[in-house]
């Protein structure tokens, strides 16, 4: 019930298309959805995040979509760069509780 | 401002050998947590720390300890290596123990054991 699901494993795009990539959970108390970039080498680092309140929030190219009746969430990365490519990671908690990663999503924008 | 540091960046440790890792949160933040991150998966949570206190443990056996101090940094420790150790070690740091602010991570400490 702690597990979050996530696909694609991997991804490539051309630049300037659209990226998707989604996530599902189990656990109804998780109450806050981020969405993480890592680079290698890098630790992870947030790129936006949703609550269950909202169905979508957008932040320049990057944009959340979350159903909680299905408990899926998406991000999409519009107009994707080389700059992009990264491995993504969603996640989930509850208040007050330690974050559930799901297993990545290696991105590859082609130039 | 510093982000998280954390130290050393890189460690090859032998099997049954004991490590060390250091953490130093954003100035602030009380909070500190591990996690685990095996190439190609995402990171696993190992211990929260708020206030000095321990907040949380992730499913890991107790050859895994860790402790924060008066200033906030924090150490990792793990005894008995083992090859499965091997993996990069993420601490995380938030205002507060809620997750309500979201994480802030290091860039990590990646711990090879041969």
């Known amino acids: ?92 908690n509850n208040y007050g509780q330690n974050f559930v990663f799901g297993p990545g999503t290696r991105l590859s924008v082609l130039p | 401002d510093a982000g998280v540091t954390q130290s050393p960046t890189h460690l ?36 929260q720390y708020y206030e000095k206190e321990e907040r949380g443990r992730g499913n890991f056996p107790d050859r895994f300890s860790a402790r924060q101090f008066p200033n906030y940094s924090s150490e990792l420790n793990v005894n008995a290596l083992l090859l499965g150790d091997s993996a990069l070690y993420l601490c995380a740091s938030s205002l507060d123990h809620t997750g309500s602010y979201g994480y802030t991570f290091g860039s990590g400490t990646r711990l090879t054991v041969v």
């Open chain 1, 1 to 92: 019930q702690q597990q979050v699901k996530q696909s694609p494993q991997s991804l490539i795009v051309q630049k300037g298309g659209i990226s998707i990539i989604n996530c599902a959970y189990e656990n109804t108390a998780f109450d806050y959805f981020p969405w993480y970039q890592q680079f290698p080498g890098k630790g992870p680092a947030l790129l936006i995040a949703i609550r269950p309140d909202v169905s979508e929030k957008k932040e320049g190219r990057f944009t959340i979509s979350f159903n909680k009746s299905a408990k899926q969430f998406s991000l999409h990365i519009m107009d994707s760069q080389p700059g992009d490519s990264a491995t993504y990671f969603c996640a989930a």
């Open chain 2, 12 to 47: 090859i440790k032998t099997r049954g050998q004991h490590v060390t890792l250091r953490c130093s949160p954003i100035s602030g933040h009380k909070s500190v947590s591990w996690y685990q991150q095996v190439l190609g998966q995402g990171p696993q949570f190992i211990f």
